[in-house]
């Protein structure tokens, strides 16, 4: 307080004095009880924005071209709905006495800007996307919700959403589009729209997630990640195109490429047939991939658990998704199905202990902490496959696959896929699973990897898993001399294309040689 409040307050009446108390002490009494703890994942993601608040590395965006027409009123108010509905769209992260802190705020008014772009090329379009889609967001101050529509006619427009995910994950942008596909229709209507109420909020979550931690629950989880993550653990040291950065930029790039419907439907059966399930057989083959690339053994790979194990916490809007690590020991040369036999087993208890926060255990752990490398694992694997509440398409849609449709309540979208400049970890293998086929991207470090190295690694995968639907009882290091052949005849066609190359231009001066040269205008004119 300084010296000139301070004789303002002096010049009031006693009365008022009591009155500006009584004020001080409910807006005091309202901010503690809007104040709550973070979970353990957010905690992560709040620490990590303390070292670079400037990035947008975890700016989780959405964006679709809109050709049904748009009731703009209609659309604020559905996203207004869904604001007021949802505490983590209305949430801000101030630190309070030294520590992070979550403030629910009784009301945010949504953040949706209105774009004329009708004189936008499509250049220019693109580039407005990806600046507001990496604008970095203030976590104290907030919103961590913005919504652009973007108008290019009367009939077209693009709606891009853009949160912090810090507040949401991708299950949660699902029931996000899922709800506004009932609230849009029936604000354009001046109807009420049902939606099931909801009994528990995001903080209901993190009171849950802090008493079972403290519990025997909590034990009996940390006793089994304790066990699994024993010992030295690995470092995975792909080869990389760069010297890795002192400091991470997390600059980030993708390479996407398509598996085919024969080869998804071959795969499944091959799943079906060992007792597991597609993501285990496409997560096996991967880490034979990284196996092969780095000639390591022992690998830990990540890949996210949906951290919803409780039904009552299907509904909600937050951050529930928990990467849990994934041990993989690909020692003593087994054949791929009793490789695939192992990591099923491994994959069955992590959905089992899936509840620990990888945050605590790193926390709890300590591993040895290098600046440059994410802690514990460096590389992550994602099987997208549609859950309740994507049945519509959302799945890939959220995706950010280009030219997937959908129909959300009347707005009738196509999905836009925006270019990848960000990057959390060294690389991350996404697959999309839809009934026609299986789209991959894999997502990676371009200060670390160039994209014809991430393009050759995909090549791998896909050598890989057509190899074992061949051959499922092929043991390991004969799938790796099959990608190292690959290698070599790759290497083979690149001399010869290169050979060409020089050939064509030899030619070229051997004409260039051959052809008499012609006088000049000024020699002509002195004959």
Excluded at 32 to 40: A, V
Excluded at 292 to 298: F, L
Excluded at 330 to 345: D, H, I, K, M, T
Excluded at 384 to 405: V, Y
């Amino acid at each position: 307080m300084n010296s000139s409040t301070s004789r303002r307050i002096t010049d009031l009446s006693p009365g008022e004095k009591r009155a500006l108390l009584a004020e001080l002490l409910r807006k005091q009494a309202r901010d503690s009880k809007s104040l709550y703890p973070l979970s353990y994942n957010q905690q992560g993601i709040w620490f990590l924005y303390q070292l670079a608040p400037d990035s947008a590395v975890y700016n989780v965006n959405f964006a679709a071209r809109i050709s049904s027409g748009v009731n703009v009123a209609a659309l604020r108010r559905a996203l207004q709905r869904l604001v007021d509905r949802h505490p983590s769209l209305r949430t801000t992260f101030p630190a309070h006495s030294g520590k992070p802190a979550q403030q629910v705020h009784e009301h945010l008014k949504v953040s949706l800007e209105e774009v004329d772009g009708s004189a936008w090329s499509g250049d220019e379009l693109n580039a407005r996307l990806l600046e507001e889609a990496y604008r970095p967001f203030d976590l104290e101050r907030g919103p961590l919700l913005r919504v652009s529509l973007i108008m290019r006619s009367a009939r077209e427009h693009i709606l891009l959403l853009v949160v912090h995910h810090i507040a949401i994950d991708f299950w949660s942008l699902a029931i996000l589009l899922d709800e506004l596909g009932v609230l849009y229709p029936a604000e354009s209507a001046g109807v009420k729209a049902h939606l099931p109420p909801l009994d528990l909020q995001y903080t209901d979550y993190v009171r849950w997630q802090a008493e079972m931690l403290a519990g025997p629950d909590g034990e009996r989880l940390w006793a089994y990640w304790r066990e699994q993550l024993a010992g030295q653990l690995p470092i995975l040291d792909l080869p990389t195109d760069r010297p890795r950065p002192a400091v991470p930029t997390y600059q980030g790039a993708s390479h996407d490429f398509t598996m085919d419907a024969e080869l998804s439907s071959g795969l499944k059966a091959l799943a079906k047939a060992h007792g597991a399930t597609l993501y285990m057989v496409l997560l096996a083959a991967f880490q034979v991939v990284l196996s092969y690339n780095s000639g390591q053994e022992d690998l830990l790979v990540g890949t996210p658990m949906v951290g919803r194990s409780r039904a009552e916490f299907e509904g909600i809007v937050g951050l529930f998704t928990n990467p849990v690590v994934l041990r993989a020991n690909l020692s003593g040369n087994p054949a791929f199905g009793v490789f695939l036999g192992q990591v099923r087993l491994n994959v069955l208890a992590a959905l089992e202990h899936q509840d620990y926060p990888t945050v605590l255990l790193v926390e709890r752990l300590r591993p040895p902490r290098e600046l440059s490398r994410p802690p514990l694992c460096q590389v992550m694997f994602v099987l997208d496959k549609p859950h309740r509440i994507a049945q519509q398409g959302a799945s890939p849609f959220l995706a950010a696959e280009t030219g997937l449709r959908m129909n959300s309540g009347g707005l009738v979208m196509e999905s836009v896929a925006l270019e990848r400049r960000a990057a959390t970890l060294d690389l991350v293998l996404l697959i999309i699973e839809t009934p026609e086929s299986l789209s991959a991207s894999m997502r990676y470090n371009s200060d670390l990897f160039d994209n014809a190295t991430i393009a050759r690694m995909s090549q791998h995968f896909e050598i890989l898993l057509r190899r074992i639907l061949q051959e499922p009882t092929t043991r390991l290091d004969a799938l790796k001399l099959t990608l190292a052949a690959a290698d070599r005849q790759q290497r083979v066609a690149v001399r010869k294309e290169q050979q060409e190359v020089n050939l064509q231009k030899l030619k070229h001066v051997k004409r260039k040689n051959l052809i008499p040269s012609q006088p000049s205008i000024e020699a002509v004119a002195r004959k």
